[in-house]
């Protein structure tokens, strides 16, 4: 079988690949932030080298949990706090959105240093520039490979929750897709407040004259289009709809329903133009603000 994958990197911290043949695939991946460069590969993988059951991946010890099927070459706590934290990140994720849990596995290859875990890559996907960790999506299973290091704790959570929103929502676009991941990449109890995310946009306000352009964002279809500001405006795009009073709230939660039942649902512009609100200037108070408290912190 052959497999067309068209690869698309940014240096974002935060990148996805994606395949779009008969059998789609997804993968999103995490890069070493702050890198400018973005790369935008396209590959022909031959033979069935992106499927992840058929990889040879280390399983010397399986963990599920939840959700969650660790597989990891480093025995795994099963009360390991962070463990803890990615089962409870489901809930967190349904509650805020009003989406219904599901069951579908969601399978966390976890490599306990950098050089075993690249070491793979290189070996299953010698094209594609290192990356911190990276979420795969088949029609029939989740994956998500990363290794252990100090960061660790927010790769998963972003990745993992790519996992738990793709177990429930079908056809995300890319944005909303990257800014809920960057909403739950925070550690819980912080609301999902991404503050290097509000540092950058303020900085871009002030200094470039930036402005949000929510249609901009709604046109992109392949996270290689993004760059790191638009992972952020993602984010706060995100964030401003879920800490709205209700009648914004519902917009971004009756879409999720609305894609849930359909596979397809009219874009958050559109539903704000219906209700009369010019979103961009409240969202750039929105940050103004934001940036205001969190220097105040
Ligand atoms: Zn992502």
Redesign the pocket.
């Known amino acids: 079988m052959r497999w067309l994958a068209k690869i698309l990197l940014s240096a974002a911290p935060?990148?996805?690949l994606v395949s779009r043949s008969a059998g789609a695939s997804r993968l999103?991946?995490?890069l070493c932030a702050m890198q400018c460069a973005v790369v935008c590969l396209f590959v022909l993988l031959a033979g069935c080298r992106l499927l992840p059951h058929q990889l040879p991946v280390t399983e010397a010890h399986e963990l599920p949990v939840g959700q969650l099927v660790f597989h990891s070459d480093f025995e795994l706590p099963r009360d390991h706090r962070l463990v803890r934290e990615l089962i409870l990140e489901r809930d967190d994720i349904c509650t805020t959105l009003g989406i219904p849990a599901t069951d579908e596995p969601i399978h966390v290859y976890l490599f306990h240093n950098a050089d075993r875990y690249q070491e793979y890559l290189m070996r299953n996907f010698p094209t594609v520039p290192s990356r911190r960790a990276f979420?795969l999506e088949t029609d029939t299973r989740l994956t998500v490979y990363a290794h252990w290091s100090d960061r660790v704790a927010e790769d998963l959570r972003?990745?993992i929750?790519?996992g738990y929103l793709h177990a429930a929502l079908p056809n995300l676009p890319v944005w909303i897709?990257?800014g809920l991941?960057?909403y739950f990449e925070v550690p819980r109890g912080l609301g999902g407040l991404n503050q290097p995310h509000v540092a950058l946009l303020s900085d871009s306000m002030t200094q470039d004259h930036w402005q949000p352009n929510l249609r901009r964002l709604e046109s992109l279809t392949e996270?290689g289009q993004m760059n790191q500001r638009d992972y952020a405006e993602s984010w706060a795009w995100v964030y401003f709809l879920l800490h709205s009073p209700p009648e914004k709230r519902v917009l971004l939660t009756n879409y999720l329903v609305d894609l849930r039942a359909s596979g397809t649902a009219q874009p958050i512009s559109a539903r704000l133009a219906a209700i009369k609100v010019s979103p961009e200037e409240p969202l750039t108070k929105y940050i103004a603000t934001l940036s205001d408290e969190t220097k105040t912190r």
């Open positions: 935060k990148a996805r999103n991946g995490g979420f972003h990745e929750a790519h897709d990257e991941a960057e996270s």
